[in-house]
Nanobody, 131 residues
């Protein structure tokens, strides 16, 4: 069992920045690839970014490339999402997830974009960007 707790959400003006953090506890954090997803009411949870177990490879959805950065600290069991140049359409509940997929899987880039490949989820943190 892995427990994930997100923090850092809030209200920010367009063009501003926020840093989300996800703290993990339970099983060994470095065994899990980590991802950030977001969800707005009435829509499916969508992929934002992911990072493999070692932190050496990251993946981003096109709409956040160049604005968001995912990072992890395996010594502190945390994964962060630095969000810059925020836009009103970034408003959502942001969730972190843990996936036990092997980072050597040749299809990992696609699989980490699929929320069904995640074993554990946090409760989410609200991000609201005002125009």
């Amino acid at each position: 069992q892995v427990k994930l707790v997100e923090s850092g959400g809030g209200l920010v003006q367009a063009g501003g920045s926020l840093r989300l953090s996800c703290a993990a506890s339970g099983r060994r954090f470095s065994d899990y690839n980590m991802g950030w997803f977001r969800q707005v009411p009435g829509k499916e949870r969508e992929f934002v970014a992911a990072i493999i177990t070692t932190g050496s490879t990251t993946y981003y959805e096109d709409f956040v490339k160049g604005r968001f950065t995912i990072s992890r600290d395996n010594a502190k069991d945390t994964v962060d999402l630095q969000m810059n140049s925020l836009e009103p359409q970034d408003t959502a509940v942001y969730y972190c997830g843990a996936s036990g997929l092997s980072p050597g899987n040749s299809a990992i880039a696609a699989m980490l974009r699929d929320l069904l490949e995640y074993d554990y989820w946090g409760q989410g943190t609200q991000v609201t960007v005002s125009s």
